[in-house]
């Protein structure tokens, strides 16, 4: 095992995590505002990056530029409709049943999409070379570089946004949404807007997934990487997600690199169950979650 | 069928506290247990071994399961990973030289034992959490199972039955199997309609409805979370035996994968959570909706040349699953339980329709 494949097995898992993040950024938004976790961000992101290989390549034709931003717009919507229709119908009901009724919204999905627009893989090209990318003797792909460059932006904005106006909004809802209603917060159309702005951050973890393995059904497996993500940095922090998400792609990396040839392959799939299990043994909130206070 | 209340009338407590107090349903039960144990006689084979079998074997998994959820109040998101772990610990007792009715317990003793560790991991934290949790479980399951050749039976990972007997009767054929499969589910049916009505079905409640609560009152939350999970894993393991040995035959690991899990909770979800009868109702509508879109599919194609694409035909059942879970936790959280009962209640008293029930 020389330095140079562990450095990038490094370099690479760290950009992957941060393209893992952003999915579980998505799904920390919908639980900062409404104290849900969806169970369906998988699934929007394989949505998303539908939405955009039909707006692009294979339907209207768009160019990519065009076709990202008015997919980010339509899934804006199918977020918020989401919201409207299925979820602000199960207020007051048990987690039990908020819970599955994503999980349903995302078996739907997972047929709905691939079923409507074919099963094949679809390539998604968004004008990254396929050339690698050599950082002196380090071996990087360039779609991953992008990818975890733009999840890492995307996530900063989205801490910018919990600190502005809205993202105060927002807080407070999470925090009481009784007590929001009462100084006068619209908290329908706040969990509305997390709905669809955490939609429209899916997309785009979509595409960028999309453009380097390819659109299928597989997308909406991502849902296990951001649960350990959203788990182990602790649901309610975009900071925590920033630092699990590095966490769990490293970790996952080096057990492609280092466990796999010993056992046999398949490490990748289970590093992100460990992680969760690991996480709810040790520290059930998280790295920077807030311990959760029930009143009886 | 109108007037089936008339003229009963307890006299004793013990009278009402039956499990189906009115005659009608002891008669109608006794006719459906009757008709099951005639059906290798009176209808098609084919009909008992690929209708009737796998209705049986999965509304006993989905009993188990529902104990969990609907009893317990505690989702898991991993029941085919238990199922799983019974399936192939009581293959290997087989093959091992194990009898089949001590395999039987075997597997559901070993997939009891894992899945309460996975329940104990799982107590620190609830709702939500748990859920991940056994999705965890279910992930790391099929793991060890893939990885480890001396489980999942070497290269072409797929492990054969050995022909076994159940009771002295060799389990080959249709009827024998169809048979050990219906005793199974007999007993964990009956077992799941006394739960309810023993000490643990009531601290389970408990439970179910709010734990700190039940802390109060002196109900220890912990032992009786774990206690449901042991319960359940159990029965889901015994199910493993049965279904590996009456119906698959050959065990590969792709059976017990997340899709057999979620398959389970939309059933105990669109049969109504802490129903037993909602159970076999559930079961009935995942196993059979599939079959009955493909035939309508079909005929579209037939009588009215709509061929649908092949993509769409073959994830129409996924779009079903799903949509089911939805629409039935939006429109009708109790699930089809709640929906015969409604019936049920309104035919009770007509024409009168505000007679108290």
Known sequence: ?296 | MFFRRAGISHTRYRDERQIWPLPIDRYTVFLIAALLLAAPFLIDRLYVVSYLLPLIIWSTAALGLNLLMGGAGQIHLGYGAVIGIGAYSSVHMLRAGVPFELAMIGGGLAAAAIGSIFGAVAMRVKGLYLAMATLAMQYIVDFVIIQFPAISGGTQASLPVPPTSFLGFPVEGDRVPYYVALVICGIVTLFMLNVRRTAFGRALAAVREKDYAAAIIGVDPFRFKLLAFWVSSFIGGLTGAVLSVCYYRTIAPEQFHLDLSIQLVAMVIVGGLGSVLGVFFGVALILFAPILLNQAVALLADQFGMNLPMDLRAHLPLMLYGGLIMGFLLIEPLGLAKIRNNIRNYFLVWPFRHSRQ
Not at chain 1, 170 to 179: G, K
Not at chain 1, 269 to 276: K, N, P, Y
């Open chain 1, 1 to 296: 095992m020389d330095v140079i494949l562990l450095l990038e097995l490094a370099v690479n898992g760290i950009f992957v995590g941060l393209m893992y993040a952003l999915v579980a950024a998505g799904m920390v938004l919908i639980y900062k505002t409404s104290g849900i976790a969806n169970l369906a961000q998988g699934a929007l992101a394989m949505t998303g990056a539908y939405v955009v290989v039909m707006l692009a390549s294979a339907g209207l034709g768009l160019p990519i530029w065009a076709a990202v931003p008015l997919a980010m717009v339509v899934m804006f919507a199918v977020g918020a409709g989401i919201e409207r229709l299925a979820l602000r119908r199960m207020i007051g009901q048990p987690v039990i049943m908020v819970i599955m009724l994503t999980l349903g919204l995302e078996i739907f999905l997972r047929g709905l999409l691939p079923g409507v627009f074919g099963a094949s893989v679809k390539r998604l090209d968004i004008g990254i070379p396929n050339a690698p990318l050599f950082l002196g003797e380090l071996l990087v792909s360039r779609a991953i570089l992008i990818g975890g460059g733009v999840s890492l932006a995307l996530i900063l904005l989205s801490i910018l946004l919990f600190n502005s106006r809205f993202g105060i909004i927002m807080r407070a809802v999470s925090d009481n949404q009784t007590a929001s209603w009462s100084v006068g917060i619209r908290v329908e159309r706040a969990i509305a807007v997390a709905w669809g702005l955490s939609a429209a951050m899916a997309t785009t973890s979509g595409v960028l997934w999309g453009a380097t393995q390819g659109v299928d059904w597989s997308l909406s497996l991502l849902l296990i990487k951001a649960l350990a993500i959203a788990i182990l940095g602790g649901l309610d922090s975009i900071v925590g997600v920033l630092i699990a998400g590095v966490v769990v792609g490293l970790a996952e990396s080096m057990a492609t690199g280092i466990l796999d040839p010993i056992v046999g392959g398949g490490t990748r799939d289970v590093v992100a169950s460990v992680i969760i299990v690991v996480t709810l043994l040790v520290r059930p909130h998280g790295l920077f979650g807030r311990e959760h206070i029930e009143r009886v």
